[in-house]
Structures are given as structure tokens and as C-alpha cells.
């Protein structure tokens, strides 16, 4: 495909690369450090940039289909090291891990875009909020949330600034208003698709966890 966006800026392929950091930060901070409240800080960029990327995906990938065939495989192979590096468990069924957010999440902008009418396609975003919760995914409602204001905003970027800005005021936890400063990095965003390494991106976040896990266990 070729890249159009302005040559000034951030790619996709950057905006990854500082997304699955700062998620490491934070994974490293709620298994390893939790007395290093900083590192969880840092994580609070990484969702709000997957999620954008993700609605970025879904407008610049050939195959929709193919896109959420990854990410539902990576939700299998990643919930296991999930369980293990959160709740030292093989398998819990009340915590599942954000790539099946991220997978509710793409299956919503794929019927969202299909209906015209507005009071429909918030039917929508509403059955995958509630599907997110019923599956008790990572970042739940919330998250599916933040992905619909992503896409409803994407023509007026200020308002999806804004939007993402705010939504991490919502939490009771105050840790997340960090992830504001998420914004800065997106709206740099330059329309590109930068270097490939789209399986790394996949493969980092199961194996991170496993060596997080086995880490914990160690020391």
C-alpha cells in the first residue's frame, strides 16, 4: 500500500514501538516494582494509543477479516501468560486480556460503519461495551468506548483529541489521567505506515508477560 500521509511526524510503526514500552513499563511496575508508582504512570499512554491505532487499522488494512483473525488467535495464546503474570493462575475466566478488548473493539468498527444512522451505530458501540463487560476484558467498557470516539472524531481531530483526552479522566483511579499526555504522541501522527514488523508487535505482548511471570517466580 502506498503511504500518502506527511513525511513530518510519527509513523504507525513509532506510535507502536512507544505504546508496547510504556506497556511494558507498566507490566513491570504492577508484577515486579509495584512500589515504583511511576512506571504505572508511564503505562497509562499505551492503551489510548493502541486503541487509536486500531481504528487506524481498520481504515488502511485489506483484509478486515484477516486483521481480526489475529487479533482473536493472539487473545487465545495471550490469555494463559496473562493469567499467569496477574493472578499466577493457568486459567481465570474473571480477567481476560486486551487483545480480546481490541478484538470486540474491531468487530464494532466493522458494523459501525456499515449503518448510517446514528441512533444505530451507538446500538452498536453499546452491545460491544456490554459484550467487553460480560467477557470481563481488560479496559472493559471503557476501552470499547475510547476506540468509538476514536472513529466517530476521526475526520475532526481536535474533537478526537479531546475526546481521547478526557476519556482518561473517567477511572476512579487517578493513575490514568496520565494516559492524557497520549495525545501529544497521536496527534503527531503523520499517516504513515513506517517499518513493518507487524508480528513482533503481536508475539511481544504473550512473551513479555511469560518472561515477567517467570521472573516473579524466580526473585
Not at 21 to 50: K, Q, T
Not at 86 to 111: A, P
Amino acid at each position: 500500500m502506498e503511504e500518502t500521509g506527511r513525511k513530518s511526524g510519527i509513523s504507525a510503526f513509532e506510535l507502536k514501538v512507544l505504546a508496547i514500552v510504556s506497556m511494558a513499563a507498566d507490566h513491570v511496575g504492577a508484577v515486579l516494582c509495584p512500589e515504583m508508582l511511576f512506571l504505572r504512570y508511564v503505562g497509562r499512554l499505551a492503551f489510548p494509543i493502541f486503541a487509536f491505532l486500531l481504528v487506524e487499522g481498520y481504515y488502511h488494512t485489506g483484509n478486515v477479516r484477516k486483521y481480526m483473525a489475529r487479533l482473536g488467535v493472539f487473545a487465545l495464546i495471550s490469555e494463559i501468560p496473562f493469567d499467569l503474570a496477574f493472578h499466577e493462575s493457568v486459567w481465570m475466566l474473571e480477567k481476560q486480556n486486551v487483545f480480546f478488548t481490541l478484538f470486540i473493539g474491531l468487530g464494532m468498527l466493522r458494523l459501525a460503519d456499515k449503518e448510517r444512522e446514528i441512533i444505530t451505530r451507538i446500538g452498536v458501540v453499546i452491545l460491544a461495551m456490554w459484550a467487553a463487560e460480560l467477557l470481563h476484558t481488560d479496559y472493559g467498557f471503557r476501552g470499547i468506548l475510547l476506540i468509538a470516539v476514536f472513529q466517530m472524531a476521526r475526520d475532526k481531530k481536535a474533537a478526537q483529541y479531546i475526546g481521547g483526552a478526557v476519556w482518561n479522566f473517567l477511572w476512579r483511579n487517578r493513575i490514568q489521567s496520565a494516559g492524557a499526555l497520549a495525545m501529544i504522541p497521536i496527534a503527531l501522527y503523520n499517516g504513515r505506515k513506517g517499518r513493518s514488523m507487524k508480528y513482533f508487535f503481536y508475539l511481544f505482548y504473550p512473551v513479555h508477560l511469560l518472561i515477567l511471570y517467570f521472573l516473579a517466580y524466580i526473585f
